[in-house]
């Protein structure tokens, strides 16, 4: 088990103590728990075994022990039995917005509600609002989230738990037998920011041994059905596993086709017909008999006389189109990135120093990073107050000299307060070489009074970046209510950038947005928002996000040179 899946236990273990009751001093220390130990470079299980794990600050003789015994069973004994406990749909309803671990215990102790169906009759039936602490708004709030959860389909599971899930178990596999290739498709390898299901395509000529190997990898979790070339199960955060085995001489067209999208996949067909071409298992048919084997899924494209079109552009939004005039996008990769606007240290809600946080981003090979904690008004995030953030400025420009080849930008994420003002006056705003702005109060504000707090931030002219614009998290709280084509058309007009947070649960802006937003002449940054080191890696989320709005350099600042960006800033700063 991978070290993420290790967390993953700790973290399931901490939500169901919190359904029971439990004392939230033993929760914190499980859900911290999982937070070091997903972020250890080293190998849980190892440490485990070695006596290592409780020297570690935060792990203690307990957290070993249980991470010993997960490490052994691939599960944990206090976990299964509180799972008993409760029937599954119980801690489904805790992805309701505004139900958490509490609410949905009471609900179920109470009413027997155990599934987000069951919660939604109970609130049609007006049987919530008869519990304590709870009224008829209350209801009316849970019915609202059931149907927004619905269209929003809050049930998918965000692409770096995916990530982490198909590496581990592609490490799994190619360790133990002998494949020719493999690989995520579906909806993971087009890289959407959030997915139903895992799927993984293996070439093989032997597929005999591929479910006894998934019963033993770690984060198996049960058998849904075994067939010769497929293979499909659960694994740890309930994620289902598809398996496809194909021979390896069908790899190419298999990979075509299991990627997808099904509609973009049939638009291929189509065009191939157009062609006088038939898609077989490992080949194009002509009609007069030839037959055309490509061993790639570039030379599939280029039979049908078009540009090979990339995984995260097969949506059916214009790109087979764009692909037959040779005219796709040249897409984002990471040598294009060269700085990063947005991340946090230990002056505020971060975990490391600013000099460490500068080092780790030299080491990227970056020209420019912007220090941005947080303003005053958020102190759950120990935001810095005017006597810290001066004293934070002067370190900054000492800092300057001491570090080469890297262009440290003075910064702040400022609070945009409840009625569109600013966290600190312009005199003080002035001073920063960089201001990124975001919301993180009073979500539940009409769309009508967000939208205009929002374009108030945009138009004060101190504001260079909105961050994470639709405050969404994935699997966990809808953004709030914001006319975002209002808030793009404002952000182009007046040249300030809209972020694509690339913290693998924000994505935000989504891909959706982000086209919209080039395409209406919006500048973005692509930031990660990071609070540690390693965190700083995320940077592929966000480019996962700008390859899927189609998004190229001139579009997005930190692709631009220092010098470039200085004198976008201070365009800027003359005409606000």
Known sequence: ???????????????????????????????????????????????????????????????????????????????????????????????????????????????????????????????????????????????????????????????????????????????????????????????????????????????????????????????????????????????????????????????????????????????????????????????????????????????????????????????????????????????????DLHMHTNWSDGRESIESMVEATKALGYRYVAVTDHSRSLKIARGLSETRLFEQLEMLRQLQDRFTGIHVLSGIELEILKDGSLDYPDSILSRFDIVVASVHSAFRQPEDIMTGRIIRAIRSGSVDIIAHPTGRVLGRRFGYDVDMDAVIEEAARHDVALEINAYPERMDLDSTWARKAMERGAYIAINTDAHNSKELHFMWYGLDVARRAWLEQPHVINTWSLSKLQAWLGQRRERA
């Open 1 to 339: 088990m991978n070290n993420a899946g290790f967390a993953a236990i700790f973290r399931e273990l901490a939500g169901f103590l919190e359904l029971k009751g439990e004392n939230p001093f033993k929760i914190r220390a499980y859900t911290r728990a999982a937070d070091i130990l997903e972020s250890l470079d080293e190998d849980v299980a190892q440490l485990a075994g070695e006596g290592q794990l409780k020297n570690i600050k935060g792990i203690g003789k307990t957290i070993e022990e249980k991470t010993q015994e997960i490490a052994r069973s691939g599960t944990l004994k206090a976990l299964e039995d509180l799972k008993s406990e409760y029937p599954p749909g119980v801690m489904d309803m805790t992805k309701v917005p505004g139900v958490g671990s509490r609410t949905a215990s009471l609900i179920f102790r109470e009413l027997g509600v155990a599934s987000i169906d069951e919660l939604e009759k109970a609130a049609h039936d007006g049987k919530l609002k008869t519990l304590p602490g709870m009224g008829k708004k209350s209801e009316e709030n849970i019915l609202k989230a059931i149907e927004k959860l619905k269209e929003e389909d809050m049930t998918r599971i965000p692409l770096v738990i995916m990530d982490e899930l198909g590496e581990s178990l592609i490490d799994f596999i190619t360790s133990h037998t002998e494949v020719y290739r493999i690989s995520v498709v579906g909806s993971v390898r087009r890289r959407k920011e959030a997915c139903r299901d895992l799927d993984i395509l293996v070439g093989m000529d032997d597929s005999s041994r591929i479910p006894d190997l998934v019963m033993s990898w770690g984060n198996f979790r049960g058998m849904i059905s075994c067939e010769e070339d497929r293979v499909t199960f659960t694994a740890a955060d309930d994620v289902e596993v598809d398996i496809s085995i194909v021979k390896p001489e069908d790899f190419p067209f298999a990979l075509l086709a299991t990627t997808g999208s099904k509609q973009h996949y049939a638009s291929l067909k189509s065009h191939g017909r157009r062609l006088g071409l038939e898609f077989g298992k490992s080949g194009l048919f002509h009609k007069n008999g030839e037959i055309i084997r490509p061993t790639s899924e570039a030379g599939i494209y280029e039979a049908l006389g078009m540009e090979y079109i990339p995984p995260e552009l097969r949506e059916m939004t214009g790109e087979i189109e764009a692909a037959l005039e040779h005219r796709l996008p040249k897409l984002l990769v990471s040598e294009d990135i060269r700085g």
